[in-house]
Every structure is written in structure tokens, then in C-alpha cells.
């Protein structure tokens, strides 16, 4: 039964990471092809040497830190506050579900159009209010990498939300209700309870936005194109412009590879962080 799942891992994830691994180990250019030849590591040191590629690796750390904290921290609050049962909560709910809908490249194009200085619905009378620069807010190097996050976030929190709120109506009721006889007021409930049992939750929140907002590309592309100057380039536009755009095949599935061992060991970090709170929280 677990059979068709296997064979739809195997081809779209394996096989091409596979294929990309062994792509990385040679110096293949699509425009000279006649240059073709293997190079083992040298592609990688290569990269880990490339000013460009440490930079666009801190941009990418920071980006990935700040959205998955506010996206964790926001989507708590969501679904704390669409706990309780009624109408308008139901309602809420719904609605939070369009942001997910919207493409994330349609979303980058949205506010890119938005938050111009000119003519942005947003951008003109936040510039006419001078309470942004008047390149705009994606066209400053000091506000672009931020603009971005809380486009991100604005994006992708409903989603945390609605994994969190799952957590929380699948606690059960006889705890919640021993700790309310116990004299345990919201504070106490929410970090000696709450939070504990809510450790699953927030794993699988944590692990697929730090999976998916590391290898960030189609939303800062269509908003900013990693500019202005390198302020917004994640590793991503970089692997995919080495690829794509300077045909360098070997040297971009490098930059790819390197990525997937980051997003490895920050999920490797993860889990032995929560493992930790976990065993903590069940010897109290």
C-alpha cells in the first residue's frame, strides 16, 4: 500500500537530488559544452569561498530565523484566539485560508505593485506620509529584506495558525479542566500545559516553514529580484541564476546540494531541541 507513495518520492525527490549530487561533481557549462569535465569537490570549495554565496547564505539564514519566529509566535495568537467554538471564529477561519490559496510569485507581483513609490496604493501614501524612503520600501537596501519578511509572513502565519489550532482542539479536556480546579490561572496554563502538549504541533510547524522559507525563490523574485543590490538574495536566486541564467549547471546543483544539507541540519537541530524540551516537560 505504501508502495505508489515510495515510487512518488523516489522519482520527484530522490532521483533529482541524486542527479543534481552528480551533476555537482563535474564542471558542466550548457555553453560549452566542449569544457565538460569531472572536477569532484572543487564546485563546492568553489562556492563556500564565493563572497557572494556567504553573503546570500546570512541573508538566508536571517530571512529564514525571522519569518518562521513570527510566523511561529503569530500563528500561536491566531490560534489561541479561534479556539473557542462559535460563528465568528468559523468565519475567521475560512478566511484565513485565502492567503495560503494565492501563488506565492502572484503574491510577490501583488505587492511589488502595492508598495510601489508611484502609483502603489500602499507604497505612494506611505511615501507621501514619509514613513517610507522614496524609492519605496522594496527599493531600499535598509527596508527591502524586512518588507519581504512580513510579506512572508503575511503569506504563510494563517497556515501555522491552522496547524496550531488542530493542536489545540485535539487537547484533551479532563487536563485542561484539572489545572482550572487546580487554581491554574491562563498564564500557568498556557506554559506548564498548553505549550507542552502542543510540542507535535509546533515541530511540524517548525520543520515544514524552515523547509520551505529556506529555499525561498518565486516571491522575493517577482517582488525584487534579489535587489536593490544583493540586500534580498537569498541562496536560492543564486543557485537558480547560476543554472538558469549563466547555464552553469555543476556549479548551481553545488549551490543546491549545499542547500539541502542546511535545511538537513537545521532540521536535525530542531528536533533535538524540542526532543530536549520534550524529556524535560515529562520528567516534571
Known sequence: ???PAIIH??????????RGAGFSLFRMNLMQPWLHRFVGLRNYTDALSDPAIRHSLAVTLMFTASCVAMELALGLCLALLLWTDNRFNRV???LMLVPITVTPIVVGLIFRALLDPSFGLIGY????AHLAP???LLGDTHTAL????????WEWAPLAALILLAGLKSLPADSLDAAAIDGAGPVAKLGRIILPMMLPSIFLVLVLRVTDVFRTYDIVFAATGGGPGDSTNLLMLDAVKQGLQFFDI??????????TLAIAILAGV???ALRGLDRRYNTL
Open 134 to 136: 522614496p524609492q519605496g
Open 1 to 3: 500500500m505504501a508502495a
Open 250 to 259: 555543476g556549479y548551481g546543483s553545488a549551490i543546491s546540494i549545499l542547500m
Open 9 to 18: 518520492v523516489t522519482i520527484f525527490a530522490v532521483y533529482p537530488i541524486l
Open 270 to 272: 530542531i528536533i533535538l
Open 125 to 128: 501614501w506611505l511615501t507621501w
Open 92 to 94: 475567521a477561519t475560512i
Open 146 to 153: 524586512m518588507t519581504m519578511m512580513a510579506v512572508d509572513v
